[in-house]
């Protein structure tokens, strides 16, 4: 007999295919939004236009963030640009986003209100999950993928199972999301939640700010998890409060006795900065253990769907007053968007980051995928906020990214190698 408690997960699917639904099952759901962005979305275009389909079944419903090589990077990038920019004018997209209000996309649509609590989300981009943060089922999927959703407004799916993790304790200073879900991978590996919603709970998410859930989330899929999710509390509530929202947030809860694939309990009272190795994120180690391994580092970057939020540059900038990058160290400055790089202009962080000798950049995804804006060239090393450090993905195969939070990075670029930044 089916057990009739339901996770959050299994809710969400519920209410959008009409019945009650359960994890393993096959369904049909609609989609609340749709997300593409340069790289995928011409993908998504073109198998929309081959099936003869010639109207979007959601316009306000489908999003389009042009952040991977915009502005462009050569001829190659602007023409690919050209596929997205020119679908969009020709449908009159609302949700259109370039150059004259541009952002990372898992950064940007929150910002917007565009992607709320209760929603089923697609996007064709691995870290959709970043959205999960809201009480949202959000997940990556493939272009064609966007194309079927584009066409009909709905896709498949096998509803996941979850895994439950609870977190207890109290984090010490300079420790984050980052540092959790870091700590979670570690744990469990890069397949440890293969195709299963990473259920995050307990008294340290209860305390956690918005960017730290959203930056949990976002590394979901680096456990290999469908999905990840933390359900709306105050703190979702008090961040939505001031948005235009796209529509009324609808709030689920996880029932008590609901089926769990596992339940994981994490005390974090003596976690430190966890800092991911090359090359693989669960590759996790201590910051104290990399402050011994004396890690000479070429380039430090601070930015990405996972932390390029605001209260990771003024995290950065309390540690960079008044001090100076390393001689032999680039500094790298991304804010996630435009919104987010005016608020730390005001704020003086850009003063800040100057002065200490970093470069601050346009919005743009462009270092994390090794695309541009700080590509690493032959035996390089470096210290990123960034979600992935397979073999070469910010540049030459040959080079080194160790995944770190913004308070660390920070720190390693002034001291010229991976520091802790409670030492300072």
Known sequence: ??????????????????????????????????????????ISIKQFERSGATKLANPDGFSVVMDHYIPAKDILSANQAKISRDFAYKHDLKNYFDEKDMGIEHALLPEKGLVIPGDVIIGADSHTCTHGALGAFSTGM?????????????NWFKVPESIKVIFKGKLDKHVYGKDLILEIIRQIGVDGALYKALEFSGEVIEGLSMDDRFSMCNMAIEAGAKSGIIAVDEITKEFLKDKNLRDKPKFFYSDEGAKYDKILEIDVTNLDPVIAYPFLPSNGKSVRQAVRDDLAIDQAFIGSCTNGRLSDLRIAAQILKGKKVARKTRLIITPATQKIARAAEKEGLIDIFIEAGAVVSNPTCGACLGGYMGILGANERCISTTNRNFVGRMGDRTSEIYLANSAVVAASAIAGKIADPRDL
């Open 1 to 42: 007999m089916q057990n009739s408690k339901q996770t959050i997960t299994e809710k969400i699917f519920s209410e959008h295919v009409g019945r009650e639904v359960f994890a393993g099952e096959i369904i049909e759901s609609d989609i609340d939004m749709v997300i593409g962005n340069d790289i995928t979305t011409p």
């Open 142 to 154: 493939g272009s064609t993928d966007l194309a079927y959703a584009m066409i009909t407004g709905k």
